[in-house]
Nanobody, 123 residues
Framework: QVQLVESGGGLVQAGGSLRLSCVAS????????MGWYRQAPGKQRELVAT???????NSADAVKGRFAISIDNAKNTVHLQMGSLQPEDTAVYYC?????????????????WGKGTLVTVSS
């Protein structure tokens, strides 16, 4: 079993900052990448940022220059430092990881998701 546990969500005023964290644990043989997606009411889930264990990053245009993603490979942890938050950033933020499960090696890398953490930005 693989679990992703998120933390750091909450209520923040426009212009403020939050730091989200996500820890992966369980039957992990290898992590290829980790990242963050978000979903606001009435909208589709969208990419925020991803990072490979080699340090290659990708992020949505809407957050470039404001959000920064990082990974701690030793701790199987990904962070999302969010700054200059705006009301349109309000959403449930989900952690995602591409993981090779040690109990399902022949399946290759599979996608795992956290339960999500709510970020609310007030104006």
């Amino acid at each position: 079993q693989v679990q992703l546990v998120e933390s750091g969500g909450g209520l923040v005023q426009a212009g403020g900052s939050l730091r989200l964290s996500c820890v992966a644990s369980g039957s992990i043989l290898k992590i290829n990448s980790m990242g963050w997606y978000r979903q606001a009411p009435g909208k589709q889930r969208e990419l925020v940022a991803t990072i490979t264990t080699g340090g290659i990053t990708n992020s949505a245009d809407a957050v470039k220059g404001r959000f920064a993603i990082s990974i701690d490979n030793a701790k199987n942890t990904v962070h999302l430092q969010m700054g200059s938050l705006q009301p349109e950033d309000t959403a449930v933020y989900y952690c995602k990881a591409e993981i090779i499960n040690s109990r399902a090696i022949l399946s290759g890398a599979m996608e795992y998701w956290g339960k999500g953490t709510l970020v609310t930005v007030s104006s």
